[in-house]
Structure formats: structure tokens, C-alpha cells
């Protein structure tokens, strides 16, 4: 029998281009882990760290993946090769908030609060906009939200408190997108830098009220709105200073509010 057909498959083979995953099983918005984390965490620890968090951070990822992986399979026209992570995150989600809604059916009365930035977000991938401001703020505002979820969660009843710790990570975040913008995508554009800075004022002036040493943090946060991007920054290196922001102001939201 001749070895030809055999070799001749071999070298078929290894020029057939190797068969990629399929994309969106890994988020690649990296700015994203922290708007994740922060609310989360602010909320558990002011009312108080409970087992039930723990299931509840699993399905806020799963969750925010199958977003993801959603936004993904809708920008790219609802492509079959997108489709696989969308059905297992989906899937997955779905279970464990299942098992969640069980174990704690009193957190589904958050659940509307969550339909409008959910919409907004798909929607905006679907028409590739998932990077404007109205994408950008309405993802803000479902993350912040997660604050609330956690301190209910944890059996939290200063809901003023609550409130508050809510609102801190909205305007924290919210600044993030305007100042992330002003030194990548609207680069150079004064315009723009001018209204970040505004946004930061008056995200300052509205915690000042409430809290000095918030009004303190904000209002450097202002400066550097207002400083920073007239200097050259790697993604990397606005990546970093961003985990620093995050702590600090959750730290400080933690202690004075």
C-alpha cells in the first residue's frame, strides 16, 4: 500500500490554518473588573461579609461574561462563531441566579432596577456604539447598583448609608469614563476635557455635602482630570492609577460615610 495518500493528508493537514476559539470567553475590557469588584465589595463590607456574597460575587461575573460575550455575538451581526459563549455564560447565570433567587428571593426586587442599563448596553452593541457616553454612564449605573444588592444581601439596613455608597461609585465611575476618554479616544479634544472636568466638580461638590474627606478625594481626582491628560499615558499605565482611584475612594466612602 502506498504511503502517498497518507503523506498527502499530513501535508493538508498541517497547512489547514488551526481552528480558533471561538471569541468572547475572555473579556478583554479591562476597566471592567474593577466596576465589577468595587460595588460589590463596598456593599458587602458595610453590611457585613455573609457566605451569600460569595455566590453573589459568581454570579455577578458569570453575569457580566454572558453581558460580554452578548455584546460581542450582536456587534458582530449574530455571527454563529460567537454564539457558544453566549449560551454557556447564559446558561450558567441563569442556574446560579436560579439558586440564588431561591436562597434569597427578597434581592429579586432589585431585579427592574437592572432592566434599563441591561437594554441600554445591548442595544448600543447591536448598533456598535458600546463605546459612547450613553453606553458608558448606563454601565455605570449597573454596576453602582450592585452596591445596594450587596448591602441587602449582607442584611444592611441604613439604607441612607446605602444610598450613598451608591452614588460615591456611580460618580467615581462615571468621572473614570470621561477621563479615560479624555486620554485615549478624545485625545486633544478641549471640548471634551473641558466637560470631564466639570463632571468632576460637580461629582465633588454634590460628596463634599455629605462627607469632607470625600469632598477631599474628589477634588484631587478633579486636578488630575484637569492635569493629566495633557501628558502621554500608556492604556497600561492609566490602567494602574485606576486601581489605586478605586481603592482610595472605596476605603474613604467606607470610613466617612
Do not use: C
Request: glycine content about 8%.
Amino acid at each position: 500500500m502506498s504511503a502517498e495518500p497518507a503523506l498527502a493528508r499530513g501535508v493538508a493537514s498541517a497547512r489547514r490554518p488551526a481552528r480558533r476559539r471561538s471569541p468572547g470567553w475572555v473579556p478583554n475590557q479591562h476597566g471592567a473588573w474593577a466596576m465589577l469588584a468595587s460595588p460589590l465589595l463596598v456593599g458587602a463590607i458595610a453590611s457585613g461579609a455573609a457566605p451569600i456574597h460569595a455566590l453573589l460575587a459568581v454570579w455577578w461575573f458569570l453575569g457580566y461574561f454572558a453581558f460580554f460575550a452578548t455584546s460581542l455575538w450582536l456587534k458582530s451581526g449574530r455571527k454563529a462563531r460567537f454564539q457558544r459563549p453566549v449560551v454557556v455564560y447564559a446558561a450558567s447565570a441563569a442556574a446560579l441566579g436560579g439558586l440564588l433567587a431561591w436562597l434569597r428571593p427578597d434581592l429579586l426586587r432589585w431585579a427592574p432596577l437592572f432592566v434599563l442599563p441591561l437594554g441600554v448596553g445591548l442595544w448600543a452593541a447591536a448598533h456598535r456604539q458600546e463605546r459612547a457616553l450613553l453606553a458608558g454612564v448606563t454601565t455605570v449605573i449597573g454596576s453602582a447598583l450592585m452596591t445596594v444588592v450587596a448591602y441587602d444581601a449582607g442584611g444592611g439596613s441604613d439604607w441612607v448609608r446605602a444610598w450613598w455608597l451608591a452614588a460615591t461609585q456611580f460618580l467615581y465611575f462615571a468621572g473614570t469614563v470621561f477621563y479615560v476618554k479624555s486620554m485615549i479616544r478624545e485625545r486633544g479634544n478641549e471640548r471634551f476635557h473641558a466637560v470631564s472636568v466639570a463632571a468632576h466638580a460637580a461629582a465633588t461638590l454634590v460628596l463634599a455635602a455629605r462627607s469632607g474627606w470625600l469632598g477631599f478625594v474628589f477634588a484631587l481626582l478633579t486636578l488630575r482630570a484637569w492635569i493629566v491628560p495633557k501628558y502621554r499615558l500608556t492604556p497600561k499605565q492609566i490602567g494602574i492609577a485606576e486601581i489605586a482611584s478605586t481603592v482610595v475612594v472605596a476605603l474613604v466612602s467606607l470610613a466617612t460615610l
